[in-house]
């Protein structure tokens, strides 16, 4: 009797172990923390349009437009003048500014042989003087030409250099009546005028305040970009350099070049904000190259994986497991964590470690040298020994490959996005992301860090 009460217990005590689901512990997870993005300084060269033509249509009507000048003696020619301008047509080349006036030119003159002193200690014509004009009835037509070279200093501030570059007095002024040729005078006279011009253009343009502009952008520069799902993207600047202006259509063209530590981070960072700094060298780059981390949660890389495993019936002779679920935990030594999830003839979780192998060519990632998690192996040789097999190993391996493609065209979509916005009520910023690569992967406690290298256009238009 004792002997059939053992063996019933036994049978119990097997069926009972036989039907207990197996619930292996989690393992220890630790974390190596991925090394700083110690990358060389990133450059952004950004296009910078500045519409010129509001500001020269203020020089325009803040210049004089009439001149006059006289020179009176009492013995031989004395005249007076009155110069007076069209507006002024601006015409832009691509390393100056150049405008033409045409203006109208009266002249009115008087002819005296000889003085004398004896009434009159500033003199007295001995006979009547002889008068004569030329453009009081018809204006003599004159046309002048002025090119202006702009540059920015270090400061940020526009230094102009002006000079008359033409004076054709189109119609001679000749005085038959006593054989004077006036031209040569008129145009020493009117050249001392539009000589003083080029001054008060030079300072008309100096006045121009772009600085103000390029600090407000630099500001906004440091401020985070919010990128949906991801973040927000920090530029960073923390140098910036011009290249020499080019005009053209009204507008001059600037490029700016700036050195930057962009990142990505998932929440709002405390960084204080540092002033425009004056100008450094400038040095030609071809647009936003820059890297980045992006953070891929180890969920969605465990739908990827779910979406071939999920349901995968494994065969051993006369036992069956069913896979419900594979599941990134986390990291151990630079090695992945899963838990795969189960039913069948066995239901129950249990633990397995792999190394994550990146390809840069394709952008994926594979399982390398899967291994049941140590307190897992001892659990399965303990309780389901037909469990613990190769071929659950080769069929995961097989089927966890992530493919980071669409997290870079997520992210390359996402970015241009954000890139086309207002900076400022008086800047637009346009750009895109033309091209994203992911260099290299690490490992953290609910992540996949992806330090990716991105390329691009980022365009900044003043108005």
């Known amino acids: 009797m004792r002997t059939h009460q053992f063996l019933g217990a036994l049978i119990l005590l097997l069926l ?78 691509p390393d100056h500014l150049y405008y033409e006036v045409l203006g109208n030119f009266q002249l009115k003159l008087n002819y005296c042989p000889k003085c004398h002193g004896l009434f009159d200690e500033k003199g007295t014509c001995v006979v009547p003087r002889v008068n ?52 040569s005078e008129v145009k020493k006279q009117v050249k001392a005028e539009l000589k003083q011009l080029e001054e008060d253009i030079d300072k008309q343009i100096e006045a121009i305040d772009i600085r103000s502009d390029l600090k407000s952008t630099w500001k906004e520069l440091q401020e985070p970009i ?45 960084i204080k904000a540092q002033p425009l700094p004056d100008l450094k060298e400038f040095k030609k780059t071809k647009g936003i190259q820059m890297g980045i981390d992006i953070s891929a949660s180890y ?38 964590v899963f838990s795969l999830h189960f039913e069948g003839s066995k239901n129950g979780v249990f633990y397995l470690t792999a190394l994550p192998v990146f390809d840069t ?6 399982m390398e040298n899967m291994s049941f998690e140590i307190e897992t192996k001892s659990l ?38 954000e890139l086309n916005v207002p900076l400022t009520k ?5 750009g895109s992301i033309d091209d994203m690569r992911i260099k290299e992967i690490f490992l953290t406690s609910n992540y996949l860090i992806l330090r990716s290298e991105l390329k691009g256009q980022l365009k900044l238009k003043m108005h």
């Open 426 to 430: 008086e800047v637009d910023m346009s």
């Open 380 to 417: 399965l040789l303990n309780t389901a020994r037909w469990l613990f097999n190769d071929r659950i190993l080769q069929e995961l391996e097989k089927n966890a490959i992530f493919d980071l493609n669409p997290y870079l065209i997520d992210a390359q979509t996402t970015i241009t996005k």
């Open 132 to 183: 004569a004009e030329c453009g009081t009835k018809d204006p003599l037509s004159v046309k002048v030409g002025y090119k202006t070279e702009i540059s920015l200093n270090n400061k940020c501030q526009f230094e102009s250099s002006t000079s008359l570059s033409k004076f054709d007095l189109l119609d001679p002024c000749i005085i038959t009546l006593f054989k004077y040729d006036a031209t």
């Open 16 to 93: 009972f172990y036989s039907c207990k689901p197996i619930e292996a512990l989690p393992p220890k997870y630790t974390v190596i923390a991925p090394p700083p993005l110690n990358q060389e300084p990133s450059i952004i060269t950004i296009p910078l349009e500045i519409d010129l033509l509001p500001y020269l249509k203020d020089i325009e009507k803040s210049l004089p437009k009439t001149f006059e000048g006289a020179e009176e003696q009492c013995e031989g020619i004395s005249y007076s003048y009155v110069f007076h301008r069209d507006p002024i047509e601006f015409s832009f080349y």
């Open 361 to 366: 060519l394709t952008q994926k990632i594979s």
């Open 299 to 336: 969920d969605s890389l465990s739908s990827i994986a779910n979406k071939e495993l999920r349901g995968k019936e494994l065969k051993f002779k006369r036992k069956t497991i069913i896979i419900k679920e594979l599941k990134i935990e986390g990291s151990q030594d630079n090695r992945m």
């Open 226 to 270: 919010a990128i949906d799902g991801y973040g927000f993207l920090y530029i960073n600047p923390t140098a910036a350099s011009v290249s020499d202006l080019t005009f053209s259509k009204n507008k001059v063209a600037v490029d700016i070049n700036l050195k930057v530590a962009p990142m990505v981070s998932t929440e709002t960072l405390q």
